[in-house]
């Protein structure tokens, strides 16, 4: 090695080996990259340091001798000889585990942690052996609940504070603290007022012993007897990388890897305990067809023979233009493309849609100019966050802008019809009325008034602008406005949002009416021809209906017939009664589903599907990043995946989608959509690793750039308006098939200004009604100040709908 | 329970004089035992709500201090240090005379409410050990006599405000030194006397 340090690295020896490691890197970071692991409790990479339990101590040579230092609190320094073995260092560490064993009760053979628990493998490793102690230990009631998820056994605890600095640190929601601190010291929530973060999940991944538990997990298996695999969460479109861990054929939890780019091991509990649905004794294990008597058990002979000469019977009356296609952005790339290839040229349709009348121009999603990445906002100087509540609906974006904001430093203005889980943190706040949102954007863009310094905040760039609908209510006009204001910022990146998984995988795949596989414009003929030559079939034109166009064909009559992959609009689409009302009245409509649904209901066939950690394939998140995801368990016995039934379909009709495997289907994407060309499996798998890869690659192309247009809305002028948008915890399947988070759905409420209460007689909790574009429904008033007077907030899909107008009325019942 | 217009006055004036919010935690925490009578639930939450802390952060700071006391506490608070120099001189006895004339055991709360009683680590009156505090205000050189006799007065005079150099003059003994000029202001409840969390008032 030579004598000079390269810029930015400095000389350390740690051992005797001489090494450089990054300037400013704390030594216990520097000494692992470098391959010498130094224990720790309280030490957590994501996570300030605090030198709490002293299990890092190593000796550093100085003028005055060596010195015994916790290498977790001490930054490397040029010419800095550490010890990691010596007798001192070893004597240390076995004081240290002396001592943090005192009053731990030593329950291994009974605790969830045993097998997997630092303190276990760290006193092998680095223990006395023996303990000296022979008092009695510390002695508190054995776990007590500190939410519906968590347990805490406060016995078990050393006082690390890992969870207390995740809560405050990270989540940003200190529900749990350290009380009667002294000998009596101890993890706790205020009494009344429990652990309910929706993040809760990580406290327990990074607890370092077995003093926090999930109820999900508990008793269920011990980690050795757990098979894993990487996969992506299929929660949101964020894309988190997790482990899938089984032990039985069933799944048993989901773990946070830690990847720079997305979650950086955070998950949040949707994502984390969102894994019971897949166990849950309701899935759909045989065929179903319409009988007398609802769906009756079919075979699958019998099923597929339906479903395909039901298609046909349709496409001779009417022409392929009566059948329609919703759904595809549950499952993987492949599936979505099977779908979508099925629908174009076996089918012949042009109208099919995996946004569910909730997104934003596919386009705009699949390709807008200037796309950022969420490892933007780590080099963020401002950031915009104006579209959904992000705590809501993206959780773990909303931890990466949470530590943007907090940790590195960057200005973030939040705009929302309300206050959103980032107002806390956020340097600017601005509120408008819903339908009033381009008149805020029309007074940011010029500066004006109280938007004077949030414009004064974003000019300062790098920026990074996150866009997305703020509510149902309001047409994606307003998001496309700011994503158009957002590329108009000098040193700016566009981030636009949708929260169903694989919505942006879907779409590239090319479910859209807009989009063909890989980025290609429908309306784009040579991309069509091109498309057809290697379909071997027709590709309709652009001309096809989005979902909303096709709930408008089926009441209009000229849709008569819906494929639906994982879709359930009668639940989903902005406006539920009237979906659901459209869908009755279809002649046919064939459902590949896991669970039976609202929209199942009025199926003429359903197909069991697998589902996640039952199938292998790629997705892609909401950055264009494309990420493999596992296949570890079977599923259950009759379900088949997507792609074969719609395969086997196909050839009923007298075609064929060519899908003879999930990995058949990603070479011909590969292969098909211009802008995934060099995303294989392969490379997934191998080189890209836990990253995957953001496309399009270097070499690929891509087809269509979109550049977001400032499209105004008409201004709205109403006395009440409707803020209608999501909760994390709603009446998802995938929510309520699952015994932890079913029961964490809150309860159905319209909130309400004080202002507006006081003028219309309504007290907060009081009995009102609420009548909307279509429908109305009586339930509690809650007061929310943080509305703007003449708005009214009702949190959609919690069984109470009144259609997705703008304009809405209220009244006080008796 | 919501504070009442004074003490909310009063926090906010507290609250104005740090540049963050949370810094004023501590001394809300009295307000809040103003409020109640000791540190309720409600009263964590209220002094959270001011500060920009949740409850749990507040509930942590004040169970690490003794004297925000979160259990019903006395109107007359005893607290006995019985620290090296006073329990050389005799503490311990007078603790034990201190609970028998009250019948309240050292951290315990009578029926009445009327006193609590206490011992305390020094309270740096080692020079006129044994030392006594009743709600914070202090009287040296106490035997168990003059503890007994200390405490038959609060329960027979229920003087409004608790003065040290009246407790002093009626029954106390050996002084640590000249405290300086007397004060004339002291406490009005278990906590300590101070103006501006208007816990103190003028006695005699
Ligand atoms: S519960 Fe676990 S993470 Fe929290 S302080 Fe105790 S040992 Fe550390
Ligand atoms: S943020 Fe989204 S992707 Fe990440 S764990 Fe939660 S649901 Fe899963
Ligand atoms: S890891 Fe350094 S003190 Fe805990
Ligand atoms: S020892 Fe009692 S006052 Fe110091």
Known sequence: MSDEATPGMVKITIDGREMQVPAGDLLIAAAEKAGTYIPRFCWHSRMKPVGLCRMCLVEVEGPRGTMLTTSCTMQVNDGMVVHTESDVVKKAQEG??????????????????????????????????????????????????????????????????????????????????????????????????PFASYFSGNTVQICPVGALTATAYRFRARPWDLQAAESTCPHCSVGCRISVQSSQNQVLRFQGVDVDSTNQGWLCDKGRFGFEYLNSPDRLSTPKMAGDDGLQEASWIDALDAAASGLMSIIDEHGPGAVAGIGGARGTNEEAYAFGKFLRSVVGTGHL????????EPRLL???????????????????????????????????????????????????????????????????????????????????????????ALKEGPTVVITGLAGLTEGPDLAEAVAAFGRDLPDATVLPVARRSNVFGALDMGVSPALLPGRASAVDDGARATLSGHWGADVPDGSGRDTAGIIEGLEAGAIRAVVLLGADPAVDFPDPARASAALAGAELIVAIDMFESVSTSMATVVFPALGFTETEGTVTNLEGRVQKVSRLLPGPGGARPSW????????????????????????????V?????????????????????????????????????????????????????????????????????????????????????????????????????????????????????GAVYLPFNLGISVGSGLEVELEALA | MTWSQKTD????????????????????????????GHLTEDGMREVAARVGLTPAQVQSVASFYTMYKRDRTGRYLVSVCTSISCMLLGADDVLAAVS???????????????????????IGACGGAPAVQVNYELVEGVTPEQGKALCAWLREARPEVVLGDEMQELFGGQRSFEWGPSETAGAVGPFPAFEPYGTAKEGR
């Not at chain 1, 309300?418 to 107002?423: C, K, P, S």
Request: aromatic share 6%.
């Open chain 1, 366 to 456: 699949a390709a807008p100019a200037d796309r950022g990445l969420i490892g933007d906002l780590e080099k963020a100087s401002s950031i915009l966050v104006w579209g959904p509540d992000l705590k809501e609906e993206l959780p773990v974006l909303y931890l990466r802008v949470r530590r943007a904001a907090t940790e590195l430093g960057a200005k973030l203005v939040v705009a929302h019809p309300r206050r959103t889980g980032l107002d806390d943190v956020a340097t600017h706040t601005l509120r408008y009325r819903p339908g009033a949102g381009q008149d805020l954007l029309r007074r940011l863009a010029a500066g004006e008034g109280d938007a004077g310094a949030a414009l004064a």
């Open chain 1, 644 to 671: 074969e039934i719609l395969e086997d379909v196909a050839t009923r009709m007298g075609g064929s989608i060519g899908a003879t495997s999930a990995g058949v289907i990603a070479t011909e994407i590969e292969k």
């Open chain 2, 9 to 36: 006055e009063r926090a906010q004036a507290i609250i104005a004089r740090y540049p963050d919010p949370r810094s004023a935690t501590m001394p809300l925490l009295y307000l809040a035992m103003h409020e109640d």
């Open chain 1, 353 to 360: 849609d995996a946004q569910i009348g909730d997104g934003l």
């Open chain 1, 673 to 789: 959509a211009p802008a995934y060309a060099g995303a294989t499996w392969d490379a997934l798998n191998t080189a890209f690793g836990r990253d995957g890869i953001v496309v399009p690659t270097a070499d690929a192309t891509q087809p269509i750039e979109y550049v977001p247009v400032d499209r105004p809305s008409a201004p709205v002028q109403r006395d009440l308006v409707l803020h209608l948008a999501r909760v994390l915890y709603d009446g998802g399947t995938t929510v309520q098939r699952g015994l932890s988070l079913a029961k964490l759905a809150a309860e159905p409420a319209v909130y309400i200004t004080p202002q507006d209460a006081h003028r219309l007689g309504v007290a907060d909790g009081s009995a009102v009604r609420l009548s909307g574009g279509n429908g109305s429904a009586e339930l509690t008033a809650r007061f929310d100040d943080s509305l703007t007077p």
């Open chain 1, 96 to 193: 240290v585990l002396e001592f943090l064993l005192i009053n731990h009760p030593l329950d291994c053979p009974v605790c969830d942690k045993g097998g997997e628990c630092p303190l276990q493998d760290q006193t092998v490793s680095f223990g006395p052996g023996e303990s000296r102690f022979v008092e009695e230990k510390r002695h508190f009631e054995k776990p007590i609940p500190i939410s519906d998820l968590v347990l805490l056994d406060r016995e078990r605890c050393i006082l690390c504070a890992r969870c207390t600095r995740f809560s405050e640190e990270i989540s940003g929601d200190p529900l749990i603290e350290f009380v009667e601190r002294g000998s009596g010291t101890q993890v706790l929530t205020f009494p009344d007022e």
């Open chain 2, 100 to 122: 028998e004339e009250t019948g309240v055991a050292d951290g315990d709360t009578d029926e009445d409410g009327l006193f609590s009683v206490e011992h305390a680590e020094c």
